[in-house]
């Protein structure tokens, strides 16, 4: 059974960095037909795709984000990361990672979830 | 890109069957046999109901459908039950070989 687990701070100042990393467990990141992904819930509202990466290294972003976002894997680690640059309040939210499937069509696998909170 | 339009709410009573729709366009919607569905009930994460338009994941209710016809696409819950009420969300694959998800239903069983 493939197991995600969400890492990181869970306060991060304005105009900091946030950097998350999810642990995957279970299954090899490395396999060629899943892309690592991280999805994001702003508070009582609907959830937004921030991006995703494949093992070979390569990723696509939402391109509101795009600016701002880089995602990152560690094969040798079963990692993946997501760092978003220049935060605002309006990054606080309930980060997720997940497994997408098949070209990056539907996400089979979620974790549980990691609140951020953009605060001084 | 624009998130997927779906209604903010939904109700029906148990036994009853409720459809939600799913509207994008011809980049994603539209465009592609990449339509998912989500259930996400509170403090939890969101779990795949359908994925393709109208397949089923392994331990996923056979009371759960979807289709899709131009632009819109649809859940249909069947023979419905207290356990189904949460918040679902469409997803399509898009022209950018990007993800866009609607912005969410909540479903009431009354």
């Known amino acids: 059974q493939v197991q995600l687990q969400e890492s990181g701070p869970g306060l991060v100042k304005p105009s900091q960095t946030l950097s998350l990393t999810c642990t995957v467990s279970g299954g090899s990141i490395s396999s060629g037909g899943f892309y690592w992904t991280w999805i994001r819930q702003h508070p009582t509202k609907g959830l937004e795709w921030i991006g995703y990466?494949?093992?070979?290294?390569?990723?696509y972003y939402n391109p509101s984000l795009k600016s701002r976002v880089t995602i990152l894997v560690d094969t040798s680690k079963s990692q993946f990361y997501l760092k978003v640059s220049s935060v605002t309040a309006a990054d606080t939210a309930l980060y997720y990672c997940?497994?997408?499937?098949?070209?990056?069509?539907?996400?089979?696998?979620w974790g549980q979830g990691t609140l951020v909170t953009v605060s001084s | 890109q624009s998130a997927l339009t779906q209604p903010a709410s939904v109700s029906g009573s148990p036994g009853q069957s409720i459809t939600i729709s799913c509207t994008g366009t011809s980049s994603d919607v539209g465009g592609y046999n990449y339509v998912s569905w989500y259930q996400q009930h509170p403090g939890k994460a969101p779990k795949v109901m359908i994925y393709d338009v109208s397949n089923r994941p392994s331990g996923v209710s056979n009371r759960f459908s979807g289709s899709k016809s131009g632009n819109t696409a649809s859940l249909t819950i069947s023979g419905l039950q207290a356990e189904d009420e949460a918040d679902y969300y469409c997803s399509s694959h898009t022209i950018s070989s990007t993800l866009v998800f609607g912005g969410g239903t909540k479903l009431t069983v009354l």
């Open positions: 990466i494949h093992y070979s290294g390569s990723a």
């Open positions: 997940a497994r997408g499937r098949d070209a990056n069509t539907y996400l089979d696998y």
